[in-house]
């Protein structure tokens, strides 16, 4: 009956606190879960319907728990829960979602609650992921459906194992207003949680055991990583085909085509019908446009018109609270599930539609649903705001899963657990440096974040703006109200459709890196902090003589908000408008120009010049690149290709180049392939190559392969 050791029960006044011992279970090898109290029924994993990638997991073999059992805490305090997790002196912590102003976290005070990023990292934001990472090499998963308050390290207890000596304010200058603390924690205001230890042993194994959990990365179709431009929100189906003409015409590569709310009737609140005046007939529409190799998404955002065909039937499944005064689904709920995903399913997929852009399920305050709002379901409206964006990812996903056809669209919200979700995360912030650093954090969070390019003051922040794009998850232009085309700033074209053109040749790159994603949970756009030999250090720490700053300004100050990983080999380091040079790590080990394969740098900042046509991008030594032919559109599923496989530096090089059919889900079941390519140099400066054959009856794409040293 007494499921739980309760070691210790003590009564203040009304205040009940109840130590408690925690249930703990190796759930797969290197992920442990760890149980308190009475955990709800509905959670992260539930919403997200995330089920573990098993063989992933067992791929990356068997691990000891990478923290001491005992320094994990829980009570039950007042209904609440609170956890706490043990910190080094010289531990740091990454995560906690999509933050775009930093990426260390510790000595940060943060509320986890699904929002609009408001210009604060302050745990408000699109996926507040409750995971956090540790240099140390674990990762800690909260499954709660819950506004979280998390302390990362920002109290001091009492009697704790490391408390900082207390100091004279008055006479002693290394005071502090906010002493060192030796522990994160996390108030969850529910009476027990469930949550997962990930081991390492370094950082990234954390990570990818976090994603491998939650079922693997995503693993966009091929013609989702081409590029893709959105149009003006009352565009008609002839503008939409002018623009795909005006692409071809001036030979930008486009993929998808991204309607905007104007393809509706009624839009804010929503009809999720088609305007009979802009789309007359949108079977047809769809159809002409498949056939010229472009791909239809379409925005919507889930809020009922009482306009809509389905307002009455889904009424009685939405809250009492409208969102513009339309009705907001209960997406817990299979019956408003099944009213509003068959209304998208009947009216725009079976017309051959191939995605959405889920618009508004993360706030803002005002707009949104408030927390006293009712739903049908008794779920409260704070579970209901936390997982939103999971329920409208996992239900709209399913439509296209169910006709073996894989999507890749757009969403305003995600949280924890979402890894294997096919939706890249955007807003309606604009800028640059913080965009570049949401696309750093999103590696700590199992999301995909987009720094779509709007529009721009100057032809040299929209070619900015356009290198980003193009070394990111979902190479967009967001036109909606800007009407903005890649042409649109002469000056810098023809250095945008280069950019564009690369995007395209690197697709075999692209590809094999997201299904390193899914296979092995290696986020293909990941922080510095996730990279063996890199060392923070180098960087020249800035001494804070404000009390007020957090007390780990030294390692604040280290942060790298400003250079990434993409993929396997590269260093992208972004320029930004107005700037002509920057630095750039390198971690330890040699590394060469992704242009011109000339020798970089080793463990060392080096300061770049490269001029506006060029995003700084290095390779690390022995990088090998797949690159394909200059496509306009994604290749067709058997279409073969030539690759031209580039090879940088002189260390011996593996590369593991994936490939299937790039749109269904056959691969599940086998239909896929890695190809193993070694190079390395003989003395004499020779390339030695091998490449692994083509296995019988798996999808081959490749035709003639060709090699080309880059570094002389
Ligand atoms: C915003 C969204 C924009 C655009 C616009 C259309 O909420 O973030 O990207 O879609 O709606 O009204």
Known sequence: MFKYLICLALVFGATRIVAQDIQWEEVAPGV???????????????????????????????????????????????GKTYLRFPLDKKEQVYGFGLNFQTVHQRGKILQLHVDHYGGKDNGRTHAPTPFYVSSNGYGVFINSARYLNVYAGSAVKRDGENVPEAKDRNTDKSWSSRPYSDGVEILVPAEGVEFYVFAGPKPLDAVRRYNLFNGGGVLPPRWGLGFTQRVKTLYTAKDVADEAKAFEDKGFPLDF????????????????????????????????MLDKGIRLNLWTNPYVSPEAGIYKSIKPYTADHTVWVGAVPDLTM??????????????????????????EVDGYDHYLWPDVTIFPSGKSAEQVRQTYGLLIQRYSADLFRERNQRTYGLV????????????????????????????????????????EARASKTGEEWLRRMQSVVFSPM???????????????????????????????????????????????????????????????LKKEVKSTNLEDNPYVEAVSKEVKDQYMAGEYLLVAPMFTGKTSRTVILPKGKWFDFYTGAYA???????????LDKIPVYVKDGGIIPMGPALMHAPKPSEKLDLEIRYYGSKPGRYMLYDDDGETFNY?????SFREINISKTASGQLKTTVSAA???????????????MTK
Request: hydrophobic content about 35%.
């Open 32 to 78: 442990w879960k760890g149980t308190i109290g009475k955990p709800e029924s509905y959670n992260l994993l539930t919403a997200s319907g995330a089920k573990p990638y098993a063989e992933g997991l067992k791929n990356m073999g068997d691990v000891v728990f990478p923290l001491i059992k005992a320094e994990i805490t829980g009570k039950l305090v007042d």
């Open 257 to 288: 085509i991204g309607l905007e709310p104007g393809w509706q009737s009624r839009a804010y609140p929503c009809t999720f019908e088609w305007d009979a005046k802009r789309y007359p007939e949108p079977g047809k529409f769809v159809k002409e």
């Open 334 to 359: 299979p019956e408003a599930r099944d009213i509003l995903f068959g209304q998208l399913k009947r009216g725009q997929v079976d017309l051959g539609v191939s995605g959405y852009k889920f618009d």
């Open 412 to 451: 305003r919200a995600s949280n924890g657990s979402g890894s294997a979700l096919p939706y890249v995360i955007y807003n309606d912030y604009y800028n640059h440096e913080d965009f570049i650093t949401a696309l750093i954090n999103s590696s700590f969070s199992g999301v995909l974040w987009t720094p």
């Open 475 to 537: 190479a967009m232009i967001n036109a909606w109200s800007s009407g903005t085309k890649p042409w649109s700033y002469p000056e810098v074209e023809k250095q945008v459709r280069d950019m564009a053109i690369l995007r395209m040749k690197m697709m075999p790159y692209w590809y094999s890196e997201f299904a390193k994603y899914r296979f092995q949970g290696i986020p293909p756009f990941r922080a510095m902090n996730l990279e063996d030999g890199y060392q923070s250090d």
């Open 601 to 611: 740098g080793d463990g060392e900042i080096i300061t770049v010049t490269p001029g």
């Open 668 to 672: 599940e079941s086998g239909a896929f």
């Open 695 to 709: 296995q019988k009856g798996k999808p081959n794409t490749i035709n003639k392969i060709t090699f080309k040293a």
